[in-house]
């Protein structure tokens, strides 16, 4: 019977063997990405700001450090957007964690310019702002500016990937 049941379970597993090929080429019609980790050359950037969410400024300093280690180079943030309010001296309190943060980056020489016309717009004065941040006249312009600078433009979206392969494939969660 033991042999019986062995040789059961090698053309089992035999035919597993054969089918997983054939399997994987079903899901994989188009091969496996190459990967190509290239040095990269120094690159100053410019970090274009527009959240509605203050507590979005997180993923940004993701960001932010992930391509200053790649490019090595000079990076200027331009905000103008619903999230300058959590540069705010009196909403320090409730965006500290993320304040602090960016404070690491502008004392590492990350650049915080803040559009005049939209810090105005919500209210605010430079006088209300943290001091690692400088007022500029707008912000629009203020990116422009740096591109002419070249500075290459970077628009990153405030989505995180973290995990998201598993909202798919939920069992390869280890």
């Known amino acids: 019977m033991n042999i019986r049941l062995t040789g059961i379970a ?9 089918a997983a090929p054939a399997f994987s080429e079903a899901l994989a019609p188009y091969g496996t990405a190459k990967v190509d980790m290239h040095p990269m ?16 400024l997180g993923i940004l300093y993701n960001f932010v450090k992930n391509t ?10 331009v905000t103008h957007g619903p999230e300058l309010r959590a540069f705010a001296k009196e909403n320090y ?24 016309n939209a810090m105005k717009a919500a209210g605010f004065s430079a006088s ?7 007022v500029v006249p707008a912000g629009f312009p203020e ?10 433009y970077v628009n990153p979206l405030p989505l995180p ?6 909202l798919d494939q939920p ?3 280890k």
């Not at 950037?45 to 527009?50: A, G, I, K, L, P």
């Not at 200053?68 to 943030?77: I, L, P």
């Not at 990937?161 to 598993?166: C, G, N």
């Open 10 to 18: 090698v053309a089992a597993a035999t035919a597993l063997m054969s």
């Open 161 to 166: 990937v973290k995990d998201v392969r598993y």
């Open 41 to 56: 050359p120094v690159v100053h950037t410019v970090f274009d700001v527009n959240y509605e969410d203050p507590n979005k």
């Open 128 to 134: 209300d702002m943290h001091g690692f941040v400088t």
């Open 68 to 77: 200053r280690r790649e490019t090595k180079g000079e990076v200027v943030v």
């Open 93 to 116: 309190e409730k965006y500290q964690g993320i304040v602090d943060k960016l404070a690491e980056l502008a004392q590492e020489g990350v650049q915080f310019k803040m559009c005049n």
């Open 143 to 152: 990116l422009v500016y740096w591109q002419n600078q070249g500075y290459q």
């Open 171 to 173: 069992q390869l969660r």
